[in-house]
């Protein structure tokens, strides 16, 4: 397994019980594939550069994890199709 680090913005407009819930299933979705989430840091709501989606803040989310590529194109997969993410990244870190 790889380490990784994935960050990904929550829409700041929505109830903080949906957001934390959109953060709770994205880490299932890495934890289901058999991968180890090292450390999770909720970094607050930031003011975005330039509007997404009409949206002008946003709630900024790090995941440290270890794991199978298989799981990170999961996690990208549906990081695509939810609407509550504004937008995402992963970056695999050197050994």
């Known amino acids: 397994m790889n380490k990784y680090e994935i960050m990904f913005i929550v829409r700041a407009d929505i109830d903080e ?11 299932k979705v890495l934890t289901d594939m058999k991968s180890k989430i090292i ?3 909720d970094m607050g709501q930031k003011k975005l550069a330039y509007p997404i989606n009409k949206q ?21 997969r549906k990081a695509k199709i939810d609407e509550n993410i504004l937008r995402h990244i992963v970056i695999r870190e050197e050994e």
């Open 56 to 76: 002008l803040r946003g709630n900024y989310y790090v995941f440290n994890v270890e794991a199978t590529a298989a799981a990170v194109k999961e996690f990208d």
């Open 39 to 41: 450390n999770t840091k």
């Open 17 to 27: 019980k949906t957001s934390k819930d959109t953060v709770a299933a994205f880490e």
